[in-house]
């Protein structure tokens, strides 16, 4: 497996309080994205990095900010989280952008009360 | 933005038959597909891709085609075995500049023994 770790791997949160997850890769790729997947809704595109302090948007970022200020580090911020925002969120990378593999972290299981 | 679409959302079949997924997608401009297997909670890996310039690729039991004209691709497995169980993705991109996949919403195979 890819060197990808998320973090962390589960947690429980109430309605408005911030969180952010950690995807941290030892592989030097270049790319790295945030994706939640929800039943019914296969894999969603929340934002992606193409370097460092190089972000955009994913087709679901209304309520996530993200940050990259090292290779290795691509950081998603819920600054208010709601119950909408529950979901499995995976980290992946790539050493190109749109025609190569993906290799994805484990996942992170969020639950907001 | 580009749209996946993927049918059926659930597939049951028995041991040793065949499997047949297929997925449609809206931009035109799309040239780079692959297909993720994503096992009961673990996280998605790519089985196979194809690129528009090729119309059918093939790997032991997993095969795909690609139907530029009509933008719809599939994914077929044969003598379908228990180990093959999972859910399955297809994706679709550009595959040049700054894109990232867009994924189909998943199907979910379940090999009967």
């Known amino acids: 497996d890819a060197g990808i770790t998320q973090s962390p791997r589960h947690k429980v949160t109430e309605t408005g309080t911030p969180v952010t997850l950690r995807c941290h890769q030892t592989?030097?790729?270049?790319?790295m994205y945030w994706y939640r997947q929800d039943p019914g809704h296969g894999l969603r595109l929340i934002h992606y990095s193409y370097g460092v302090k190089d972000t955009d948007k994913g087709e679901v970022s209304d309520g996530y900010s993200v940050s990259r200020s090292k290779t290795e580090d691509f950081l998603l911020t819920l600054e208010s989280a709601t119950s909408s925002q529950t979901s499995v969120y995976f980290c992946?990378?790539?050493?190109?952008?749109?025609?190569?593999?993906?290799?994805f972290g484990e996942g992170s299981r969020l639950t907001v009360l | 933005g580009e749209n996946v679409e993927q049918h059926p959302s659930t597939l049951s079949v028995q041991e040793g038959d065949s499997a047949v997924i297929k997925c449609t997608y809206s931009?035109?401009?799309?040239?780079?597909f692959p297909w993720y297997k994503q096992e009961l909670g673990k996280r998605p890996q790519l089985i196979i891709d194809?690129?528009?310039?090729?119309g059918e690729k093939k790997d032991q039991r997993i095969a795909v085609t690609l139907n530029k004209t009509a933008k719809h691709f599939s994914l077929h497995i044969t003598e379908t075995q228990p180990e093959d169980s999972a859910v399955y993705f297809c994706?679709?991109?550009?595959?040049?500049?700054?894109?990232?996949?867009?994924f189909g919403s998943g199907t979910r195979l379940q090999v009967q023994p």
């Open positions: 194809i690129r528009s310039n090729v």
């Open positions: 992946a990378i790539s050493e190109s952008t749109g025609a190569g593999e993906l290799f």
């Open positions: 931009d035109s401009a799309s040239n780079y």
């Open positions: 592989e030097n790729h270049r790319y």
């Open positions: 994706a679709a991109s550009r595959g040049t500049g700054r894109r990232a996949l867009t």
